[in-house]
């Protein structure tokens, strides 16, 4: 599973770091450090995380080709949000 978190979107509101802090932490009170390449035992954890941002900025795609989910995630373009 692959995730891209748009940090030009995000708050720092910590929903993600308090519901999956395997994948993600804040760094002082508006850095986020996250997992890009999250663990599979993590998947729950992670797609509640994404559905709890306030500002959505948290994208998921479990495509099992990685070239294909760079490529994809990377022609994407409007606001980030739970695939």
Do not use: K, W
């Not at 986020?32 to 994404?50: C, G, K, M």
């Not at 948290?58 to 070239?67: E, H, P, T």
Request: aromatic share 4%; net charge negative.
């Amino acid at each position: 599973m692959r995730l891209v978190v748009d940090l030009n979107r995000c708050q720092g509101y910590a929903q993600c770091a308090f519901l999956a802090p395997d994948v993600f932490a804040m760094h002082g009170e508006e850095s986020l450090l996250y997992n890009p390449h999250a663990d599979e035992t993590h998947r729950d954890q992670v797609l509640r995380a994404a559905t709890a941002c306030p500002v959505q900025a948290i994208l998921v795609d479990d495509m099992s080709d990685a070239s294909a989910a760079a490529g994809d995630i990377a022609g994407r373009e409007g606001p980030a949000g739970v695939r």
